[in-house]
Every structure is written in structure tokens, then in C-alpha cells.
Nanobody, 128 residues
């Protein structure tokens, strides 16, 4: 089992910055991938960025150069997953979710169905 607790998000004007955090807790991390997804009403959930256990990262084309994903180990059973979002645009407005999966080492974001564990979501609103 993995518990994911998100924080951050909020409202910001276009061009501004926000930082999302997600604390992942589990007994054994092993080989995993953590990711951020986002979703707007009526649309499918889309991958934003991902990071593998070895630190390699992947980004959606729409956020490359603006968003940075990172992870930090708090102790043996907790890791923090962060998403630094700069130069935000109105089209970045969405509910953002952190996600976790075990499996072969892979830094590709993948699709929502690849992930078994999800955070509760945090809203990001960017006004023009």
C-alpha cells in the first residue's frame, strides 16, 4: 500500500509560479515511478511529468522548460514528490494529482491506467 498526500496549488496570474508537493508513504519503495497528472472537467487525465527511482525524468511537451519534477527522501518510508511550475498559463488550470506505480525501471509518464495509487488532487487555477 502507498499513501499519497498532496499540498500546494491555488490561484495565480499568468506568468506566475506555484509549487505542488506530494508525500508518498510506504514500507518499501523498491523500483517505482512517481508522476503528476492533471485533469479538467470533461477531459481525460493527462500526464504532466514523471520521475523514476533513479532520478530520471520525463515531461509532457506542453510543460517542458516550465515545470520541474523532483523527489527527496525524508526517511526509509517517506518520499516527497515536488512539481515546480513556472511561467504558468491559463491552459495549465486543472486539478493536479500525484500518482505512484511499482514496476520495471521507467521514467516515462505513461497513462493513468499504469498507476495504482493516487493522491486526492489539488486545484491549480491560472488567470489571464
Amino acid at each position: 500500500q502507498v499513501q499519497l498526500v498532496e499540498s500546494g496549488g491555488g490561484s495565480v496570474q499568468a506568468g506566475g509560479s506555484l509549487r505542488l508537493s506530494c508525500v508518498a508513504s510506504t514500507e518499501t519503495f523498491g523500483t517505482y515511478t512517481m508522476a503528476w497528472f492533471r485533469q479538467t472537467p470533461g477531459k481525460e487525465r493527462e500526464g504532466v511529468a514523471s520521475i523514476a527511482a533513479d532520478g530520471r525524468t520525463s515531461y509532457a511537451d506542453s510543460v517542458k522548460g516550465r515545470f520541474t519534477i523532483s523527489q527527496d527522501s525524508q526517511d526509509n518510508i517517506k518520499k516527497t514528490l515536488d512539481l515546480q511550475m513556472n511561467s504558468l498559463k491559463p491552459e495549465d488550470t486543472a486539478m493536479y494529482y500525484c500518482a505512484f506505480r511499482w514496476g520495471p525501471l521507467s521514467w516515462a509518464v505513461g497513462v493513468p491506467g499504469d498507476y495504482k495509487y493516487w493522491g486526492q488532487g489539488t486545484q491549480v487555477t491560472v488567470s489571464s
